[in-house]
């Protein structure tokens, strides 16, 4: 299955990166229980604009974002023809019940209050230093195991 973004970006042309940004700002809606757009929450926080909605999340609040993403994933590949046939005003209006059920699920399961263990700036600047050293490693760990050729004078 393609990750999500490439999904709306394949799925509705020229109207997919901005149906994508609804979708994401529908899902850190849904995540974290405010109602304005992501960049409003992002100021209203506090939060420097290059600092990603994933970023601040604590580990619970990633393994939301997760399923929350997974779940408008599936939905739109689920339905991909009938959406495509939709409005873009009826799309939003199913993206917005399907942010509202994650949302009343995420309540009722005690997840309501992710908004209140955001990390701050510091902490998910070091996270995100250290996943991103990790990978490096991992990299070249894969690197050097890849088999070496041997040149062979003729």
């Keep these: 299955m393609p990750a999500f973004k490439e999904l709306i970006a394949g799925g509705f042309g020229q109207t997919g990166s901005k149906l994508y940004a609804i979708a994401a700002n529908h899902i850190n809606q849904a ?3 405010f109602a304005q757009t992501t960049t409003n929450f992002k100021k209203q926080q506090q939060l420097p604009r290059h600092i990603s909605i994933p970023d601040i999340l604590n580990m619970q609040g990633q393994v939301a974002r997760c399923y929350a993403e997974t779940c408008f994933q599936k939905f739109v590949s689920d339905n991909l023809q009938r959406l495509r046939e939709l409005s873009e005003a009826d799309l ?29 700036v510091a902490e998910a600047k070091k996270r995100k230093a250290d996943i991103e050293l990790q990978s490096r490693k991992q990299q070249k760990l894969q690197q ?10 003729a």
């Design 31 to 33: 995540v974290l229980g």
């Design 92 to 120: 939003i209006k199913e993206f917005a019940g399907l942010k509202l059920n994650l949302r009343q699920g995420f309540v009722s399961t005690g997840m309501g209050d992710l908004q209140s263990k955001l990390l701050t």
């Design 144 to 153: 050097a195991e890849q088999p070496k050729a041997i040149g062979c004078a």
